[in-house]
């Protein structure tokens, strides 16, 4: 079952490449056809269809559903009566409509924020709109200030006060591994050296001036600000702790109460086409972990493994793990054992591995049914992911980033 998922795999993504069909319906009826097969009951197998059923419905994202549905009712409502356009064109002014200049301010913003340790969904849902805007504002395609987005925030994930790098030093700590205070810097190279050949590759350089009109520069009006203030205290209060969907659901229906917005026209900007491709494929990659396919995968990369090896598969092995899982809560607790005994076998510092599985695992949170990509197609337009561009993009810019760091793990940036 575990090659006859990986099988599955390949078959969904093949059908959405050359037949334009949505992968989360491919994925989706894919993975209640696998979930039969695979999934049991508390160690029971499953004699039934509605009880496997049943089962496979859990490896719905159900948070990762309502949140990425609720953040993009709310940002639709400021896109939707010219907040955020008025707030773009304010920062095209500051810019004074130098383009070239947007994915490296986006960059060190981003940054910033994953220094200081804000929850990376908060800081997307923060940024994300606003990256668009600008992109719709100057007629490109978001794709470049998206990765601006990625490689900043990446950057600061392994700073003292971010999730990420808490986890870091805490199973380090726990399992006798000695950090050298290098790994922040090694990460926020490398996260540079990805950037810019994003910058590069998507022709950043080349990037038109916009030129700015005075009678561009508008301000606020009263609801404008209403929904700014909204907007703002949604994410205060979920840098907070709160929990995103909610406060999203409860002030787009504060909005839509207190102002004049067409509700018909929020419903209807919401990207269901795109929502339905993460549930769909993250149920039918959660189904193939549990029939082993990563498993597979992950031992046939262990049987090449040697000191040359060890950290660029190590840092693969972490990818495809963060695949399915999440970086802090699964992949890291899992590896960071593995690390001393690993260490000793190939002669190699436990704290170089530690940093492969970092830059490994934030690599593929970039993929459409990660964190950080299902982010990015929640909050774009259906125009953004026509023919499933942005979908095909960030799997291609996933496997850019996890290669700059296999290069630099053979360049020993890694250590």
């Known amino acids: 079952m575990a090659y ?56 719905f994202p159900t948070t990762m559903f309502l949140r990425i549905m609720f953040s993009a009712m709310l940002f639709s409502i400021l896109s939707l009566n010219g907040t955020l356009q008025i707030l773009t064109d304010k920062i095209l002014a500051l810019a004074k409509g130098n383009q070239k200049l947007f994915p490296i301010i986006i960059f060190f913003l981003n940054m910033l924020l994953s220094f200081v340790g804000v929850n990376t969904f908060t800081q997307l849902v923060m940024v994300t709109p606003i990256c668009v805007s600008i992109a719709h504002r100057c007629k490109q395609h978001p794709i470049l200030l998206l990765m601006s987005t990625a490689t900043g925030a990446r950057a600061g994930y392994t ?34 050296v990805t950037f810019a ?32 203030i909204v907007a703002v205290c949604c994410i205060i209060l979920a840098v907070m702790g709160f929990e995103l969907s909610v406060l999203s659901a409860a002030f787009t ?71 399915v899982s999440s970086a802090t809560g699964v992949v890291l607790p899992t590896l960071y054992p593995t690390l001393p005994s690993m260490g000793a076998a190939y002669g190699i510092d436990p704290s170089v591995l530690g940093l492969a599985i970092a830059v490994g695992s934030t690599a593929t949170g970039i993929m459409p049914f990660s964190t950080v990509g299902a ?35 053979f360049v020993r940036l890694i250590g």
Not at 8 to 21: H, S
Not at 208 to 224: A, G, T, W
Not at 282 to 304: E, Y
Not at 389 to 398: A, R, T
Request: aromatic share 8%.
């Open 159 to 192: 700073s003292q006060l971010n999730v990420l790098g808490i986890t870091m030093r805490a199973l380090s700590a726990e399992n006798g591994i000695a950090l050298n205070g290098s790994e922040q810097i090694r990460m926020t190279i490398i996260s540079l």
């Open 4 to 59: 006859v998922s990986l099988l599955a795999l390949v078959v969904v993504v093949i059908l959405a490449v050359k037949k334009g069909m949505n992968p989360g319906i491919s994925g989706l009826c894919a993975a209640f056809i696998l979930g039969f097969f695979v999934m049991n009951d508390n160690g029971v197998p499953i004699s039934s269809i509605a009880g496997a059923c049943k089962v496979t419905m859990s490896a």
């Open 253 to 323: 229906a504060l909005l839509l109460a207190v102002i004049h917005v067409d509700e018909k026209k929020v419903i209807a900007s919401v990207p269901w086409a795109t929502i339905t491709t993460i549930c769909g494929m993250t149920m039918l990659v959660k189904i193939i972990q549990t029939a082993g396919g990563i498993d597979v995968l992950i031992d046939i990369f262990q049987t090449f493994m040697s000191k040359v090896t060890c950290v660029p598969f190590f840092m693969i092995i972490s990818a495809l793990l963060s695949a």
């Open 375 to 409: 982010t990015f197609l929640g909050l774009t337009t259906p125009e953004d992911n026509e023919n499933n561009y942005l979908f095909n993009s960030l799997l291609i810019c996933s496997g850019t980033m996890l290669l700059v760091g296999i290069i630099a793990a």
């Open 197 to 228: 050949v994003f910058y590069i590759a998507y022709k950043g350089y080349k990037l038109p001036r916009i030129e700015m009109n005075s009678d561009e520069k508008v301000s606020l009006n009263k609801e404008q600000w209403i929904s700014l």
